[in-house]
């Protein structure tokens, strides 16, 4: 933790009053208790596959049993997902712009890398398309494909979005599997993004230094998100001048038309791209746990409103100030334990609501959702998920006072969370910074996809507020980083708050009359 931060977070909460480590509520104490665990140093930082996620996914069956909860998997808590892992050896791994048959070498790490989300092929020497944002989506009159030749070719892109796109089209489309299936569809083979100015929530040192690391796909074919793709690169902002070389156009000229929201131009990039890419591959298998309260209703109880929270962090990476274990406590060992405490409370109030609660812990998140992508395509047998409610990265940091609402205006779910904000006395707000794309970067996106209306929240702030401050120093400050661990300031009555929020949220979904839709005016009714 950096001294000026430490100082700010402590003067921060002595200002509004939380409680820093223990508490005195008994709630607060074992939602509390269960981040102590799962983000201790000996489970070294969750990551997929890991011995440390193995014993925080037995950790949370033994909790699942001891609420009460049916195994969710032919009498197992545990489902066992299989993995593709490749990792770059960039001594063996070359990249090059090659202009008029002179090769100019990019530094990897540096200039550029490679994404291995893709599973690369070993060479590739293909003409390079500036693309814009390299989106293709009729409904919002947007074609930037329209009259370029991109067979075969690797498209470069903006991965901003024009400002056009309301929020969560935004979202939807600024992933990079989405523009994926475009480029796909138009005959490209690869793809270099360059993350727009905008798009630096974290900065290229710390984007990059994640790239050595391990790599993982799901290993069911049908579920690999980036078919075909041979190459895939992100390019740092600050050295893609290089790459507009000869084009007649500037990196700054590109950069300043995108933030003023003027239409990009198209063209072809008078370079070839060349690519070596040595890649180790392997095979792991990691575990969703999932427990099963089933519904009183012998009619509703085939209906599962899933809580869902990834158990997965990064694990151990590039120590920082010493620390070389990315603990994760607020990614998202808060999330898990809201989700262990709210089986808890059911089992002790002895409650049960008309449709089945199926509660999971989803693997491989901070891979790519790809638990969660796994577990809706294959629920625990004779269920149909019908709503999720996902809890990723709460941050409990100042008391809840706002609930803020991922998805609020895309489902009917807003009139259940509307209801139960109510009666506990929150505003209900929609995410204050769309541009974060944050609906689709959790597994609530998984459940989406395939037409699952589907909520996740978080204590909320209002842009510019003092709160929005703390958020924001957290963000720069601990996100991704082995400061997320045991000695942060929480505020120990927001998160139980909280866990209150979800409780009753499932209940009230899962004693609905009607099963949740999507709302007609939502874009997101499309995958239903
Ligand atoms: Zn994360």
Redesign the pocket.
């Known amino acids: 933790m950096r001294a000026r931060v430490a100082a700010l977070l402590v003067a921060a909460t002595a200002a509004i009053g939380v409680t820093v480590g223990g508490a005195s509520d008994a709630d607060a104490s074992r939602w509390w208790s269960h981040v102590q665990f799962l983000a201790d140093d000996a489970l070294e930082g969750r990551d997929t596959g890991s011995p440390g996620y193995r014993r925080a996914a037995d950790y949370v069956a033994g909790l699942w049993r001891k609420a009460g909860l049916e195994p969710a998997f032919s009498g197992q808590f545990v489902q066992t997902v299989a993995f593709k892992t490749r990792q770059i050896d960039e001594s063996r791994s070359s990249l090059a712009l090659v202009r008029d048959g002179r090769v100019e070498p990019l530094s990897l790490g540096e200039d550029a890398y490679f994404s291995l989300r893709v599973d690369p092929a070993a060479e590739v020497n293909a003409p390079l398309v500036f693309t814009g944002h390299g989106l293709d989506i009729p409904e919002a009159q947007i074609n930037d494909l329209a009259g370029l030749n991109l067979k075969g070719a690797v498209a470069v892109y903006f991965s901003t979005q024009p400002s056009s796109l309301p929020g969560t089209l935004q979202a939807h489309f600024g992933s990079s599997a989405e523009r994926w299936r475009m480029l796909r569809a138009a005959g490209a083979i690869g793809t270099i993004a360059v993350p727009g100015a905008r798009r630096l929530e974290v900065p290229w040192s710390r984007s990059t230094s994640a790239r050595l690391q391990p790599q993982m796909s799901l290993a069911e074919p049908a579920l690999d998100e980036y078919p075909d793709q041979r190459i895939a690169v992100t390019m740092n902002p600050e050295r893609a001048d290089k790459l507009f070389e000869g084009s007649g156009h500037t990196l700054s000229e590109l950069m300043e038309a995108d933030q003023s929201g003027k239409p990009l131009p198209r063209f072809v990039i008078p370079a070839r791209v060349k690519a070596s890419i040595a890649v180790t591959r392997s095979t792991i298998q990691s575990e969703n746990v999932a427990g099963v309260l089933r519904g009183s209703d012998p009619k509703l109880r085939g209906e599962a409103v899933v809580l869902s929270a ?1 158990l997965d ?2 694990g151990i990476g590039e120590p920082v100030a010493g620390d070389k274990i990315y603990n ?1 406590a607020m ?2 060992a808060s999330g898990v334990a809201a989700i262990l405490e709210v089986a808890a409370r059911l089992h002790e109030s002895g409650e049960r609501p008309a449709r089945s609660i199926v509660f999971v812990a989803v693997t491989g ?2 891979q790519g959702e790809l638990g969660s992508r796994y577990f809706v395509a294959h629920p625990p047998a004779g269920m149909t998920i019908v709503a999720n409610v996902n809890t ?2 709460f941050l409990p940091l100042f008391p809840l006072k706002t609930l803020m609402v991922l998805g609020l205006e895309e489902s009917d779910l807003s009139t259940d969370v509307r209801a139960v904000a109510g009666t506990l006395g929150l505003t209900v707000q929609s995410d204050p910074e769309p541009q974060r794309n944050r609906f689709t970067r ?1 597994d609530q996106y998984s459940f989406v996809r395939s037409g699952v209306p589907a909520l996740a929240m978080k204590v909320g702030y209002n842009a510019n507020s003092y709160e929005a401050m703390i958020a924001q120093e957290w963000t720069s400050e601990r ?2 980083l082995p400061s997320d661990d045991l000695n942060q300031p929480v505020d120990m009555k927001a998160a139980t708050d909280f866990v209150n929020v979800v409780h009753q949220l499932a209940v009230r979904i899962a004693n609905r009359s009607i099963r949740p839709n999507w709302n007609d005016s939502s874009f997101f009714k499309r995958f239903r």
Do not use: I, L
């Open positions: 990834h962090h990064v994760g990614d998202n998140e901070e990723d990265m959790s996100y991704h």
